[in-house]
């Protein structure tokens, strides 16, 4: 067993662990700061894919702006400390329908897949061919991107400040 092979493993259960931490906690607190190390986890995962780029992305944008809001949200909010998280219904047989057939989709796609050896390939920095990309070939799709999502943002303020009648 590779070097490369113990760090997956590794991130793999560390993600795999946190996010059953995430959805089984009974404290909000206990499933924002493991959706941390989620975060973190696939951000490992996606470095020793070769994806310097978008495991940057994933840090910047998931857990330095997104995480940071939710646990601050939740640690500004009085009493939540004691809340528990309760569901009256439980829909056990749809899930069970529904998580076997992604499954058996995954490993359908994880048996057909032909893959490649990973240690064989070239390792390069993608971000600036990243930057060339959206600064030449993709610049308009980048504005209207851009543009949508500030005209969201507008739309979520002008949402979030209506006064109510």
């Known amino acids: 067993m590779s070097l490369f092979d113990v760090a997956f493993y590794i991130l793999a259960i560390i993600t795999v662990g946190s996010a059953i931490i995430v959805v089984s906690a009974r404290s909000i607190i206990y499933s924002a ?11 490992g995962l996606y470095v020793l ?8 992305t994933q840090i910047l944008i998931y857990v330095g702006g997104i995480l940071v809001l939710i646990i601050f949200g939740v640690m500004l909010t009085t009493k939540v400390f004691d809340v528990p998280i309760r569901t009256e219904t439980l829909h056990v047989g749809p899930a069970i329908v529904i998580t076997g057939a992604i499954m058996g989709t995954l490993v359908g796609v994880i048996l057909k897949t032909k893959w490649f050896d990973v240690m064989n390939v070239q390792w390069d920095a993608t971000t600036k061919k990243i ?22 943002l507008l739309g979520a303020v002008i949402i979030a400040r209506k006064e109510k009648s």
């Open 33 to 43: 700061f493991s959706l941390l190390f989620t975060f973190f986890g696939v951000a």
């Open 49 to 56: 894919l070769n994806a310097d780029f978008i495991a940057v």
């Open 131 to 152: 930057g060339e990309k959206l600064m030449t070939d993709f610049l308009l799709p980048f504005e209207v991107a851009s543009v949508v999502l500030l005209v969201a």
